[in-house]
């Protein structure tokens, strides 16, 4: 048992409103500069839709992450060693500025300086890389809220694993529906960008698991780009780099969330540590695709094992990470409750940043014209027209098909996805059962049974969605790594500083 640490996060999609302060914060901090202007290490997408770049999920078209060999090898599906070396000067696969957006400005200076006359002086954009005049085309958030639609939303991957019906539903006036999806880089356990990069400049950090790019070590061969499926590595234009989202690891060494968790205005993230078993990552990786959830699961361990924390111990991982992840939220959403899933778990990479999926999407509906939250479906003869138990019945007619989030976070699977919204449901009907009033006692006891779930978990889960404190939702060692060592063995730093060493850290290691 190889017992590694990882800072992950939670994403609660049902409280997303999409305003974008999150992408906004992080561009503020870190790629609002020449170069970087294209870049947004957070975004937020409008689902269904296309999203940024576009198309991204389509790894037939960009070759990101890994895929199963028929004799069950897991290999990158960019590329092998000898691709690489042939492709090191001219990259396939990586995606154009057409596919992000061509970044621009604005000619501002003109509204002031423009000679007088009878027309209204117009500010024109300027490309931000050519400086010439352009016509702007698309945008990091160009189909929110279904702007493009349907255009952008019927162009999106997801779509494809849905019938016909399905797809005709979904576009019905009457059942359009959308929500929110947040995106940074998933800090994965088997990350691609590691795996493609020729120059070794991308690693993963050993006391953390944060993964970074070397800036000294770049050679812009860009395979890393290619190589994320999630395309949340991006080249700069102006130093020669590639870069990538950092999970602001200086703030979280000094005790502080990311930008992205401080500014977020739904409150919907959720940061703790996560230990794992290393040992298990060739065999998670290699599992079926109706396995993956279930061995990505299985690889977490209970930071309360003395087995796991001798084991944590061993690896060098402070004792303040212990106690983080023995009281992360993370660990509650995804291995206790296992309400939080991984985000395209297909394409093997191991993501460790994980969603709770947006239940209203799938209850809500319209009847007699009206906007309902409570089950029911344009079609009046379809289950949960009347209260709210008949809602764990009615999954297949949720409005939101349930292929569709399976296929966003279950690698297609649907009784995985539809295990966490009976669960997401079962909690709702309890709570209005103890707070509303409108359910009866054996309607929420029914409900708790059809999701396998105790009245006590549901309020748990109630009470961590709905009430958290800042201190409940962020759960990282309150100090940097090398005070939290010095500090958590006072004694035994002494005797190292006395015999003339400094403090000990945790290694880095790259895997």
Same mark, same amino acid.
């Given at each position: 048992?190889?017992?590694?640490?990882?800072?992950? /996060?939670?994403?609660?999609?049902?409280?997303?409103?999409?305003?974008?302060?999150?992408?906004?914060?992080?561009?503020?901090?870190?790629?609002?500069?020449?170069?970087?202007?294209?870049?947004?290490?957070?975004?937020?997408? %409008?689902?269904?839709?296309?999203?940024?770049?576009?198309?991204?999920?389509?790894?037939?078209?960009?070759? !990101?992450?890994?895929?199963?060999?028929?004799?069950?090898?897991?290999?990158?599906?960019?590329?092998?060693?000898?691709?690489?070396?042939?492709?090191?000067?001219?990259?396939?696969?990586?995606?154009?500025?057409?596919?992000?957006?061509?970044?621009? %400005?604005?000619?501002?200076?003109?509204?002031?300086?423009?000679?007088?006359? @009878?027309?209204?002086?117009?500010?024109?954009?300027?490309?931000?890389?050519?400086?010439?005049? /352009?016509?702007?085309?698309? $945008?990091?958030?160009?189909?929110?809220?279904?702007?493009?639609?349907?255009?952008?939303?019927?162009?999106?991957?997801?779509?494809?694993?849905?019938?016909?019906?399905?797809?005709?539903?979904?576009?019905?006036?009457?059942?359009?529906?959308? =929500?929110?999806?947040?995106?940074?880089?998933?800090?994965?356990?088997?990350?691609?960008?590691?795996?493609?990069?020729?120059?070794?400049?991308?690693?993963?950090?050993?006391?953390?698991?944060?993964?970074?790019?070397?800036?000294?070590?770049?050679?812009?061969?860009?395979?890393?780009?290619?190589? &994320?499926?999630?395309?949340?590595?991006? =080249?700069?234009?102006?130093?020669?780099?590639?870069?990538? &989202?950092?999970?602001?690891?200086?703030?979280?060494?000094?005790?502080?969330?990311?930008?992205?968790?401080?500014?977020?205005?739904?409150?919907?993230?959720?940061? $703790?540590?996560?230990?794992?078993?290393?040992?298990?990552?060739?065999?998670?990786?290699?599992?079926? @695709?109706?396995?993956?959830?279930?061995?990505? *699961?299985? /690889?977490?361990?209970?930071?309360?094992?003395?087995?796991?924390?001798?084991?944590?111990?061993?690896?060098?991982?402070?004792?303040? /990470?212990?106690?983080?992840?023995?009281?992360?939220?993370?660990?509650? =959403?995804?291995?206790?409750? #296992?309400?939080?899933?991984?985000?395209?778990?297909?394409?093997?990479?191991?993501?460790?940043?994980?969603?709770?999926?947006?239940?209203?999407?799938?209850?809500? $509906?319209?009847?007699?014209?009206?906007?309902?939250?409570? $089950?029911?479906?344009?079609?009046?003869?379809?289950?949960?027209?009347?209260?709210?138990?008949?809602?764990?019945?009615?999954?297949?007619?949720?409005?939101?098909?349930?292929?569709?989030?399976?296929?966003?976070?279950?690698?297609?699977?649907?009784?995985?996805?539809?295990?966490?919204?009976?669960?997401?449901?079962?909690?709702?009907?309890?709570?209005?059962?103890?707070?509303?009033?409108?359910?009866?006692?054996?309607?929420?006891?029914?409900?708790?049974?059809?999701?396998?779930?105790?009245?006590?978990?549901?309020?748990?889960?109630?009470?961590?969605?709905?009430?958290?404190?800042?201190?409940? *939702?962020?759960?990282?060692?309150?100090?940097?790594?090398?005070?939290?060592?010095?500090?958590?063995?006072?004694?035994?730093?002494?005797?190292?500083? #006395?015999? !003339?060493?400094?403090?000990?850290?945790?290694?880095?290691?790259?895997?």
């Amino acid at each position: 048992m190889d017992i590694r640490a990882q800072v992950s /996060m939670v994403f609660h999609l049902d409280k997303c409103i999409g305003c974008h302060t999150c992408s906004i914060a992080c561009k503020n901090i870190w790629t609002d500069r020449e170069g970087a202007e294209y870049q947004w290490w957070n975004n937020v997408e %409008t689902k269904p839709g296309t999203g940024f770049p576009t198309k991204w999920e389509d790894q037939e078209k960009y070759k !990101g992450g890994f895929e199963k060999k028929p004799n069950g090898k897991v290999r990158l599906k960019l590329q092998g060693k000898l691709a690489t070396l042939a492709n090191l000067f001219h990259n396939p696969n990586l995606p154009t500025l057409d596919d992000y957006y061509e970044p621009w %400005t604005y000619e501002y200076e003109h509204l002031f300086t423009a000679p007088e006359g @009878d027309d209204q002086p117009t500010a024109r954009a300027v490309s931000l890389i050519t400086g010439d005049y /352009m016509e702007i085309e698309s $945008g990091p958030n160009w189909d929110d809220d279904l702007g493009g639609s349907p255009v952008y939303a019927a162009n999106d991957v997801n779509l494809e694993n849905l019938t016909e019906v399905q797809r005709q539903q979904m576009s019905d006036i009457e059942r359009v529906v959308f =929500f929110y999806l947040p995106r940074i880089c998933n800090h994965c356990l088997n990350p691609g960008c590691v795996g493609a990069c020729p120059s070794g400049a991308a690693y993963k950090r050993g006391e953390d698991g944060i993964v970074l790019i070397n800036q000294d070590k770049c050679r812009a061969w860009r395979m890393c780009v290619s190589a &994320c499926p999630y395309k949340k590595t991006y =080249f700069n234009w102006g130093t020669g780099k590639s870069e990538k &989202c950092i999970l602001c690891f200086p703030r979280l060494e000094s005790g502080q969330p990311p930008a992205c968790f401080q500014s977020c205005v739904g409150r919907i993230r959720y940061l $703790g540590v996560l230990l794992y078993d290393a040992d298990q990552i060739e065999t998670a990786i290699g599992a079926d @695709d109706h396995e993956l959830v279930r061995a990505q *699961r299985e /690889m977490i361990q209970d930071p309360n094992d003395p087995a796991v924390i001798a084991g944590a111990k061993a690896n060098g991982i402070s004792i303040g /990470m212990i106690e983080s992840a023995q009281r992360s939220p993370v660990y509650k =959403f995804v291995k206790e409750w #296992e309400l939080a899933l991984p985000l395209h778990p297909e394409f093997r990479t191991m993501p460790m940043l994980f969603y709770v999926p947006p239940m209203l999407p799938v209850l809500a $509906g319209t009847r007699d014209g009206q906007y309902e939250v409570d $089950g029911t479906t344009s079609d009046e003869s379809a289950p949960g027209t009347e209260g709210l138990a008949p809602l764990l019945t009615s999954l297949e007619n949720a409005r939101l098909p349930m292929q569709y989030l399976a296929s966003l976070f279950t690698a297609g699977n649907v009784p995985d996805i539809e295990a966490v919204y009976r669960k997401l449901i079962g909690v709702r009907i309890h709570m209005r059962q103890q707070t509303v009033g409108d359910v009866t006692a054996e309607e929420g006891a029914a409900a708790l049974s059809q999701a396998a779930m105790s009245a006590a978990e549901a309020e748990a889960i109630h009470k961590l969605t709905a009430l958290p404190t800042f201190d409940q *939702r962020f759960q990282v060692p309150p100090m940097s790594r090398e005070m939290a060592v010095e500090t958590q063995e006072p004694d035994a730093m002494r005797h190292k500083r #006395e015999a !003339g060493f400094g403090p000990v850290i945790a290694p880095r290691r790259r895997f």
